[in-house]
């Protein structure tokens, strides 16, 4: 499955964005998530989502702020991100991972998209 991110940007603290990523393929066999990496740290975990969307996990760090979705018809994933902070600041990527229905473990995902720069000024 290819997957490409896209919909990054500028947005101020407090903002929100939507980025989106489109795949190929048949979006329903994969569990989908979002990674991020922030420049000169270690790419991290963001949110993930099962394969019919019934089942969302988030990290820590964005819980409450973020929302995950998928519209598996037109083969799209999207990351809600609200009260956006400075340490957001990132390339998100999003990635898929062959799993069983009602499993929202991304990791270690089996697919990797292009990822997609957001950056959040103070």
């Known amino acids: 499955v290819q997957l490409q991110a896209s919909g990054g940007g500028l947005v101020q603290a407090g903002g929100s964005l939507i980025i989106s990523c489109t795949t190929s393929g048949v979006l329903s066999n994969y569990i989908m998530g979002w990674f991020r990496q922030a420049p000169g740290k270690e790419r991290e975990f963001v949110a993930a989502?099962?394969?019919?969307?019934?089942?969302?996990n988030y990290a820590d760090s964005v819980k409450g702020r973020f929302i995950i979705s998928r519209d598996n018809a037109k083969n799209m994933v999207y990351l809600q991100m609200n009260s956006l902070k400075p340490e957001d600041t990132a390339v998100y990527s999003c990635?898929?991972?062959?799993?069983?229905?009602?499993?929202?473990?991304?990791?270690?995902?089996?697919?990797w998209g292009q990822g997609t720069q957001v950056t959040v000024s103070s």
């Open positions: 989502i099962s394969r019919a969307g019934k089942v969302r």
């Open positions: 990635a898929a991972r062959t799993g069983v229905t009602g499993d929202a473990n991304i990791t270690p995902p089996h697919y």
